[in-house]
């Protein structure tokens, strides 16, 4: 199972950003997928999550209308636009995977948000 997140970087506020995760060695297209992100000193927590068809989403409150989560089956890829960032929105983004117990995660990509 692989997983790898690109797409992070320094941005200033009020920036775009569009974060990508390519899958292979699974079947993508029956998993969950969702986008994570860890703040240094608190715990990781969820942004985003994307049902297996793409046809139920779920956001955090605090990326309500600002994120958009979507995911392309074909090429096995998640997606996240993240427009109109904030500082506190900067962290390590990380994409997961999950169907039942098994949850498989990427190394993770820096979003830093600065002016």
């Known amino acids: 199972v692989q997983l790898v997140e690109s797409g992070g970087g320094l941005v200033q506020p009020g920036g775009s950003l569009r974060l990508s995760c390519a899958a292979s060695?699974?079947?993508?297209?029956?998993?969950?997928m969702s986008w994570y992100r860890q703040a240094p000193g608190l715990e990781r927590e969820l942004v985003a999550l994307?049902?297996?068809?793409?046809?139920?989403?779920n956001y955090a409150d605090s990326v309500k209308g600002r994120f958009t989560i979507s995911r392309d089956n074909a090429k096995n890829t998640v997606y996240l636009q993240m427009n109109r960032l904030k500082s506190e929105d900067t962290a390590v983004y990380y994409c997961?995977?999950?169907?039942?117990?098994?949850?498989?995660w990427g190394q993770g990509t820096q979003v830093t948000v600065s002016s």
């Open positions: 997961n995977a999950k169907l039942g117990p098994q949850s498989y």
């Open positions: 060695r699974f079947t993508f297209s029956r998993y969950v």
């Open positions: 994307i049902a297996s068809t793409g046809g139920s989403t």
